[in-house]
């Protein structure tokens, strides 16, 4: 019972890092409009194709050494990265879903957001076939899910206050902000 449980835990977490693998090739491929399923992945320097047992998440990465099994080129640590960042995120959704539809929900929102991140770090770019797909598939998951509902989107009762506090503070930096620049542009 005990080690179908670790058992469970590792599979879940090799499950992340393999989605997390193909995170990383829309995070590369998505931007410049190219296909995510075709071609094979390869290496940029010599466009070897990598095969199956070199494109295991992590591992391979390490038994590698973080470089190409055919001209040494080294692979970025984005890789691994991505791979264990979603790893651990399938992780601590089964960890509080358990194998629940909100786990899968949570993990697509995750997953999403993980390439998100990227894309916008590379690129400073959100894809509309990320943001607004994703309000589709939102709004299809708080109408089937128990847990993520509508009623999610907007703070609990017991927050508004600090959320108006945190309003009110950012609203009257901006407004000193824009009296110090109005300044600064008027003695320019
Ligand atoms: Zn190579």
């Given amino acids: 019972m005990v080690v179908n ?5 590792l599979f879940i977490s090799f499950f992340g890092c ?11 491929r998505l931007p410049p409009n190219l296909s995510v399923a075709y071609p094979r ?20 990465y390490l ?12 692979i970025s640590w984005r890789y691994p990265l991505v ?5 651990g995120f399938a992780l ?11 786990f ?5 929102f995750v997953a999403a957001m993980v390439v998100i991140t990227f894309i916008d770090l590379d690129h400073r770019i959100i894809l509309d076939v990320i943001s607004l797909s994703g309000i589709g598939i939102g709004v299809l998951v708080a109408i089937l899910g128990p847990t993520l509902t509508v009623k ?9 206050p600090r959320v108006k506090q945190f309003l009110s503070l950012k609203l009257l930096a901006a407004w000193f902000m824009y009296q110090w620049l109005d300044c600064y542009r008027r003695r320019a």
């Fill in 41 to 60: 992945s390869f290496c940029p320097r010599c466009s070897n194709p990598i095969r199956a047992y070199d494109n295991i998440p992590l591992l391979s």
């Fill in 63 to 74: 038994f590698l050494r973080g470089r190409c099994r055919h001209c040494g080129e080294k």
């Fill in 152 to 160: 999610n989107s907007w703070p609990s009762p017991r927050y508004l």
């Fill in 18 to 28: 393999c989605v997390g693998s193909f995170l990383n090739v829309c995070i590369y």
């Fill in 92 to 102: 601590a959704l089964f960890l509080k879903f358990g194998l629940s539809l909100s």
């Fill in 83 to 87: 791979e264990a960042l979603t790893g």
């Fill in 5 to 9: 449980y670790w058992l469970a835990l």
């Fill in 104 to 108: 899968f929900s949570f993990f697509a």
